[in-house]
Every structure is written in C-alpha cells, then in structure tokens.
C-alpha cells in the first residue's frame, strides 16, 4: 500500500511539475530561447497568489490574477527588452535571461524578505481515501488544473489565429512574415504566456510546498529536464514528462530516502547534456 501511495503522490507532483515546464517549453520552442528566469517567474506567481490569500481570496480564485499579472510582466519584458536580441547568439539570450533571474529574485527578497511562505487555505488537509490510498485534494485540484491548462493551450495552438500565428513563427519565420504575422508582437504573446502559465504554476506550488525567493534556480532546471523528456510540441506531453519526474522523485524518496529526490531531477539533467547536447540547446 505504501508503494501506491508513493505513486499517486508522484502522478500528482508531476503534473504540478508539467505545468511549470509548459511555459519554458512554449518560450523555448517559439522563440528558440532557454529562459533561464522561468523559475522568477514562478516564485513570482506564488508571491502574487500567496498575497492575495492573506488578503482573503481564495488561492484558485486568485490564480487568473496571477495569470493576468505574470502575462503583463512577460510581455513588457519581451517586447521592451528581449526583443532586441531575441535573434542574436544563444549566448546573449541566456546572459540576458540569466541576469533577470538574479534582479527579480534579490527584488523579490527586499519587497517580501527571505521568510518562508505557505498558503494553507482550510481544505489544505483535506483528502479522500480510494483504496486505502490517501488523495490530497489540494494536490488532486493542483495536477486537474495542470491537465486542463496543457489542453487548452493545445487547443489555442491548434484551433486560433493566434495559435498558427505562433506555430507558423516558429516553423518558418521568413514565410509567417509574407502572410503579415508580426514576429515581435508574436514573440511578446508567446512570452507573455508562458510567464502566465509560469504564475499560475508558481500559485499552486505555494499550495503543497514553501515559497521563498530563492526557489527558482531549482525549478527552472526541473522545467528544463521536463521540457525534453516531453518535448516543445505537444502541451500534453510535458505534462507527461513532469509526470515521469514526479515518479521518479517519488521513488527516489521511498528507496534512498527524501534527501535524494532532487538529486533525481538534476542527475537527469546532467545525463540529458552529456547525452543529447544537441537537442538539449535545440541546434540540430
């Protein structure tokens, strides 16, 4: 019974997990870039929703404000900003990336202090019993979300204009101008939502773990590993890769102990470079 417990608990972080990485792998599969700040983006996210709890709104009902509020963020960033080397050296994308990291998390420490935060509505303990399987509820809403958002945002790629406005950016550049897409306002979009789905991740982490400025370094590297086991495609498939790392984390925690469950994702990431650098940095 442990071992299925151990399983479910690692299903539904990994969906969590899926969500955190749809937005780096939208990014990076549009504009070709590894945004090295995603994980700001989603310790933002947490702050915002985190804030508007203790102001006395429910944290799933103050999710499509964080949406709101990391797509705002995003897009001025891109379209001021990172638009301007958006085509340059891989290099400049990733120092730029990295430099906004480190400026929104020493901003986010002065603003809110290095203390940790939890949002603990009073259904957090509340779960159902299946088998003599324990499902936290909060959790099992936090992987629905997850599913539901990765649908949707398929169904935005597939079904929009503005869907095959970005596929046709990122599939051929030169021809998506010739039918009058502008890439930069393309670009700014596309950024703006994965920062949004970064937020809304970063609003139910605050549900099942603790919020402090420096949780992004850790996240941004699961959301990379996530990003290519799942691919830059399918929504749904990085869903399925946070799943696989879910899992993973899981069984790591049963059989070596807690201690190694990051150990996991970051062993997977450095076989991932060694092994398929190319695909890693997409350049082939």
């Known amino acids: 019974m442990l071992f299925a417990q151990i399983l479910v608990d690692g299903v539904l972080l990994g969906g969590l997990y899926g969500l955190m990485a749809l937005g ?89 202090s ?27 809403a936090a992987f629905l979300v997850a599913v539901l958002l990765a649908g949707l945002l398929q169904l935005l790629l597939d079904r929009s204009r503005l869907g095959r406005a970005i596929r046709a950016t990122a599939q051929n550049l030169d021809a998506a101008r010739l039918y009058g897409v502008d890439p930069r306002q393309i670009y700014a979009v596309t950024f703006g939502i994965g920062a949004a789905l970064a937020g809304t991740a970063g609003g139910l982490y605050g549900l099942v773990a603790q919020i402090t400025p420096y949780i992004g370094a850790t996240l941004t590297a699961k959301s990379f590993v996530i990003a290519i086991i799942g691919g830059l495609e399918n929504p749904l498939l990085v869903i399925l890769g946070g799943i696989v790392i879910g899992l993973a984390e899981a069984l790591a925690s049963l059989y070596l102990g807690p201690t190694y469950s990051d150990v996991i994702s970051f062993g997977l990431l450095v076989l991932i470079l060694v092994l398929r650098p190319a695909r890693s940095l997409k350049l082939a």
């Open 24 to 112: 780096m792998a939208l990014v990076w599969g549009v504009l070709n870039i590894v945004n090295l700040a995603h994980g700001a983006f989603i310790m933002l996210g947490g702050y915002v929703v985190y804030f508007l709890f203790v102001a006395g709104l429910d944290p799933f009902a103050a999710l499509p404000i964080a949406m709101l509020a990391l797509f705002a963020l995003g897009y001025v960033i891109q379209r001021g900003l990172l638009n301007l080397i958006v085509r340059s050296a891989l290099l400049n994308t990733l120092l730029f990336t990295f430099g906004l990291n480190v400026v929104l998390t020493y901003l986010a420490q002065l603003l809110f």
């Open 114 to 140: 290095a203390d940790f935060r939890t949002i603990n509505p009073s259904y957090a303990g509340a779960n159902v019993t299946l088998a003599g399987v324990t499902v936290p509820l909060a959790w099992l």
